[in-house]
């Protein structure tokens, strides 16, 4: 078979027709925010297009390598709910997809851009200015001007590298939909090495190559690739390709001069679920870090954002990270979610607080729910469940409901008949009953409630009120605690 047969049989598998769009993440053992938003929006691009969302694993930088980093891309994004139709684990017409098990794809493209004079062998380890450190004299490659027929002789045994003919005249131009003309003179550009040593393809070679054979339509990309855009021009051009479209979005950044960066101690995308923010809420965050919806409207689910999203809100401004924001977000979601999908969420984190097998989790995930801004709040929250803290007697005294110790006595001691007696323990048959005994002593509630408060959790500040904390205690548990508060309020009036 001859190159050029080789070459139209692989165009005749490339899947045509209806938008594809890729996630392309090298493995790297974590998900930057900046990812993960660029793999939102390549999945919002497809389906809010109707079109297909392809998963695409690059790592071919060996060197680099992090182990299970690349099935720690594929949980997370399932997790987020970012569901691609081709990928690794779900396979697709165009496998496999994963770079380091395409390695024998690549060479005969390199070859065959030498046949057509596009690329050359080079074998004398050339370092071009691109490759150094410092920019010295632009020297041509002495390879460049070997003899096309013979260099393909000697690399079937000499060790090389092979690189782009980069042409020295003229100018290249790459379009992007949200950079607009990206040009630069081709005499700055390098012969950039597409095929290395070790046979493997450099990153922008392997890329060009698999966004074509993959029907690939629309790049999303971060910003840090925007200066290699023009050399693919150059690849697409020379391949007699069309090149997909290009839309770079603007870096995240942490404050006004540098980008948001783990080094720095910046989260990742895990580092921000590990505190205790939701993925939805991340992802609706991250959203609009670089894209607007045009309006006031803030809160999308990700089926919302499947239906409004446009590549034209897209801004090249780059974006602040503001995570007092993302807070204010992930509370809306958490106080959005259903009383039973919040109880799954918080089990964990209640259990770590709340050690007996019969405790109620349904009753504390009521509690927590309306109060709660990170999933990571929980166990202080609830800390005063398994055991009373040890607390002082100070916090009986409030001010504005103008109660002290003395009259917090007084309210427990006349409580404590009242809550033995009640026929049913329930949030609302304690919270009515100090309200009566309320009303007779023609006292405000708080008078009563705030001493139930601190007797039965030892805290100021609790999630629910006091007749909410007393039912999920139980009868018990709560008179105990009362009778202990009225002990010590005793002990301090003799
Ligand atoms: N593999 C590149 C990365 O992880 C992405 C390249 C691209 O999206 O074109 O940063």
Redesign the pocket.
């Known amino acids: 078979m001859t190159s050029q047969q080789w070459f139209d049989d692989m165009e005749a598998k490339i899947p045509r027709g209806g938008v594809r769009s890729r996630?392309?993440?090298?493995p790297t053992g974590y998900m930057h925010l900046g990812?993960m938003r660029?793999a939102l929006y390549a999945y919002l691009i497809a389906k809010s297009l109707g079109g297909t969302f392809i998963l695409r694993i690059?790592d071919t930088d060996q060197a680099r390598l992090v182990e299970g980093a690349a099935e720690m891309i594929l949980r997370t994004l399932r997790d987020a709910g970012l569901r691609y139709d081709e990928g690794p684990d779900v396979g697709g017409p165009v496998p496999p997809y994963v770079q380091s098990e395409r390695k024998p794809l690549y060479r005969p493209y390199a070859e065959l851009l030498c046949e057509r004079g596009a690329a050359y062998y080079c074998f004398c380890g050339h370092v071009s200015h691109e490759e150094r450190d410092h920019e010295d004299a632009d020297v041509d490659d002495p390879c460049r001007a070997l003899d096309p027929t013979e260099a393909q002789k000697r690399a079937a045994t000499e060790p090389h590298v092979i690189r782009m003919k980069t042409p020295r005249e003229g100018s290249t131009t790459l379009h992007d939909e949200v950079f607009g003309d990206i040009t630069v003179e081709n005499k700055t550009l390098d012969d950039m090495v597409l095929l290395k040593s070790d046979g493997l393809p450099t990153?922008n070679f392997a890329?060009v190559i698999d966004d074509h054979l993959m029907g690939i339509t629309h790049?999303?990309?971060?910003a840090?690739?925007i200066s290699s855009a023009p050399k693919y021009t150059l690849l697409y051009d020379a391949l007699g390709w069309k090149n997909p479209v290009y839309i770079t979005v603007s870096s995240i950044m942490r404050d006004e001069r540098q980008k948001l960066s783990k080094r720095l101690g910046d989260p990742t995308y895990d580092d921000l679920l590990a505190e205790g923010y939701l993925p939805g809420a991340v992802l609706n965050y991250i959203a609009l870090l670089g894209w607007s919806p045009g309006g006031e409207r803030e809160i999308f689910s990700l089926s919302e954002l499947e239906g409004v999203f446009s590549i034209s809100g897209i801004s090249r401004s780059p974006a602040l990270f503001d995570k007092t924001k993302l807070r204010y977000f992930n509370a809306e979601y958490i106080r959005a979610t259903t009383a039973e999908d919040f109880a799954g969420l918080a089990e964990p984190y209640i259990r770590r607080a709340v050690h007996s097998p019969d405790a109620d989790i349904n009753a504390l995930a009521e509690l927590i729910q309306p109060r709660c801004e990170l999933l990571t709040e929980i166990p202080e929250m609830i800390d005063f469940i398994d055991a009373l803290p040890e607390y002082s007697t100070q916090l009986f005294v409030h001010k504005k409901s103008k109660t002290d110790e003395r009259i917090s006595l007084d309210m427990l001691r006349r409580l404590t008949p009242v809550l033995t007696a009640l026929p049913d323990w329930t949030r609302g048959d304690i919270y009515a009953a100090c309200e009566t005994l309320a009303a007779e002593l023609e006292a405000k509630n708080a008078l009563v409630m705030w001493p139930l408060r601190i007797a039965v959790s030892g805290k100021a500040v609790t999630p629910g009120g006091a007749a909410e904390i007393a039912a999920v205690l139980g009868r018990e548990e709560s008179l105990r605690r009362i009778d202990a508060a009225i002990d010590r309020l005793q002990a301090l009036q003799a």
């Open positions: 996630f392309a993440p090298s990812g660029t690059e990153y890329n790049v999303l990309r971060g840090e690739y």
